[in-house]
């Protein structure tokens, strides 16, 4: 009789167990399949990509940043941000992107933007001289723009996998023009001693220099680099 009742204990011991391992099992199943749902399904937040198929859209508003004062000038500059929103597989996608800049001179109270309309993609600036320049407060003799202007790839997109553009304006955003085109990196940006913006960038797989005139920002030379063999190789 005694070990009936220890069996029966046991045996119910077992079941409790058993129950409270497949509520268990059944739980971490159903936290990952709702952390797998969550995550095919959530806003995906990327920048510097703009989506120019209109039927795509689900939203889309253009936003003002930050004045920012330019060093070594009284004129700020504030970027014209692009927000856009999309389906992307089960979820969608968020992307903000800079289109344009907008200039103001407090001293004339008066406005520009960089360039008219609000149609490519800004990936990147570069004020010259650097701000690591060994003389502090020197004033800012150029701007060398990175752009998209076309979406070369085909994918309804611009994006830093299209062709770029290289242009250049003054520090207030006037004089904005453009130097290179087919541009598929920029691989360094310096102001040279003889007031040249030298520009070293890759177009069709080959790597290039190109100096520019900051006065009239005319391409002085623009060739591909070949640099010598090294020693041992001669």
């Not at 000038?73 to 344009?100: C, D, M, W």
């Not at 069709?204 to 190789?233: C, F, H, M, N, W």
Request: charged content about 20%; hydrophobic content about 40%; proline content about 4%.
């Amino acid at each position: 009789m005694t070990s009936r009742r220890v069996f029966a204990v046991i045996w119910r011991l077992n079941a409790v167990l058993i129950l409270l391992t497949a509520v268990l099992a059944c739980a971490v199943l159903s936290f990952g399949a709702w952390q797998i749902y969550r995550e095919a399904t959530r806003t995906r937040r990327v920048s510097a990509v703009v989506n120019i198929a209109e039927d795509r859209i689900d939203r889309s508003r253009l936003q003002l940043g930050s004045f920012q004062k330019i060093e070594g000038s009284g004129v700020l500059r504030a970027p014209l941000q692009i927000e856009q929103q999309y389906a992307f597989g089960s979820g969608s996608k968020e992307t903000i992107s800079t289109q344009n800049y907008l200039f103001y001179d407090p001293a004339s109270r008066s406005s520009h933007w960089l360039l008219p309309g609000n149609q490519g993609l800004f990936l990147s600036l570069r004020e010259l001289p650097e701000r690591g320049d060994s003389r502090p407060g020197r004033p800012i003799v150029a701007v060398v723009y990175e752009l998209v202007e076309a979406d070369t790839t085909g994918d309804n997109r611009l994006t830093a996998s299209d062709a770029k553009v290289v242009a250049v304006s003054t520090a207030s955003g006037l004089r904005f023009t453009r130097v290179l085109t087919g541009v598929e990196e920029i691989n360094g940006v310096i102001l040279t001693a003889d007031a040249r913006i030298l520009v070293l960038y890759t177009s069709a797989s080959t790597l290039k220099a190109a100096e520019i005139d900051v006065g009239t920002y005319k391409v002085i030379r623009d060739g591909p680099l070949q640099p010598a063999a090294p020693r041992g190789q001669r």
